[in-house]
């Protein structure tokens, strides 16, 4: 769903680019409420990791495919402040190294595919983890539902945009029917994608899981036949085991080698058939004003490395160089607003995050 230069006024442009800088703002200081020194590499993974499964674009429909957009599986690892910045960090990586996304589009893609979808999907995932049993395969269920959702969202505020800005004159109703409906196919496999993911990472270290914290339940004891509270105690998730600083960096390094691979070898056998957006563009007229990228000429453009022939080869690096540069772009910002621990214990610290 990244939007090219030409679909959106100059106007509506600027405006969602006054929004999209506002948001990031509040971002990097609610970040610093989520991230701390154990936390914060983890991060810039997510962001390299959304890089990755984003380069594999999954067929939806007839000649139609979708790709992850990212926020709902973000604000649910790390949280939803956190979660702005690692789909804007990949957003910007994409557009000024591999000409996805219009630079000047750079506002309402960051609005629509990092804003909309996090706090969509994040808003939904917190009322569905309250009503639900508090479990770990609740949290599963709630991410696939919240990332289910927040895909047609993400479509209907892109239809939004398009009616206040949109540079062709197409029947508002028209583009609406046919991103939502497409949208929602795409949603499934968002869904999928963001319940797997959540559900591996929850199952080997649920204490790195953001949406996973605050449900701890209380331990039960026996007396008398009755169960009752036992005092200072909470489960069923245990505290951090003595290995849970290795523990830390195996997760980390399996995260970044299956980036690696998704992005350097699956990422060859993605469908080939223009994404949601592309394709209701196309049929609707919608891309009539298109506008080449800026950064048409990049050496890596398109996810190809320029003066290597060989597709398989060209994409496969293209992607190893996205994965590496987003998770130390994303990474350097993480660990720079990140919580230190000289923060926690002094006097005028006093809140808790949950």
């Known amino acids: ?10 106007p509506t442009s600027a405006v969602t680019g006054v929004v999209a800088a506002g948001a990031i703002a509040v971002s990097l200081r609610g970040a610093r409420r ?6 914060a590499p983890l991060a810039g993974l997510v962001a390299a990791f959304i890089f990755a499964v984003q380069m594999l674009n999954f067929p939806v429909a007839a000649g139609t495919s979708g790709h ?6 973000a604000a649910i690892l790390v949280g ?6 690692c789909v804007s960090v990949v ?5 000024i190294l591999f000409a996805d996304g219009g630079l000047t589009a750079l506002g309402v893609n960051i ?5 909309v979808t996090t706090v969509v999907a994040y808003a939904l995932f917190r009322g569905l983890v309250k009503v639900l049993p508090r479990t770990r395969r609740s949290v599963t269920v709630a991410s696939f539902v919240a990332a289910l959702v927040s895909v047609p969202a993400a479509a209907l505020a892109f239809t939004f945009l398009y ?3 949109g540079t062709t004159d197409v029947a508002i109703g028209k583009v609406a029917t046919a991103m939502i409906g497409v949208h929602v196919l795409i949603g499934i496999g968002e869904a999928v994608i963001t319940a797997l993911t959540v559900g591996a990472v929850i199952a080997v270290r649920p204490d790195l899981v953001y949406g996973a914290r605050g449900l701890q339940q209380r331990l039960k004891l026996r007396v008398n036949g009755e169960l009752v509270d036992a005092p200072g105690a909470t489960g069923p998730e245990p505290a951090p085991a003595p290995g849970a600083a290795r523990s830390h960096r195996k997760v980390w390094i399996t995260g970044l080698v299956a980036s690696l691979v998704l992005a350097g070898f699956v990422s060859f056998y993605a469908s080939a058939n223009p994404d949601g957006l592309e394709k209701v563009a196309a049929d609707k007229g919608i891309d009539e004003k298109a506008e080449e990228h800026a950064n048409a000429d990049s050496p890596l453009a398109d996810y190809g490395v320029e003066s290597i022939t060989d597709a398989r080869i060209s994409g496969g690096l293209a992607g190893v160089i996205g994965v590496g540069v987003t998770v130390v772009a994303g990474s350097a910002v993480f660990w720079s607003v990140r919580r230190r621990r000289s923060d926690d214990t002094s006097p005028s610290n006093t809140e808790t995050t949950v």
């Open 91 to 95: 957003l910007l990586m994409q557009g």
């Open 111 to 115: 609005t629509d595919m990092a804003i």
């Open 1 to 10: 769903m990244h939007v090219p230069d030409g679909f959106i006024n100059a």
């Open 163 to 165: 009616w206040i800005g």
């Open 80 to 85: 939803p402040y956190t979660g702005v910045l």
């Open 68 to 73: 992850l957009l990212g926020g709902a599986l």
């Open 34 to 39: 989520e991230l701390d020194e154990r936390t």
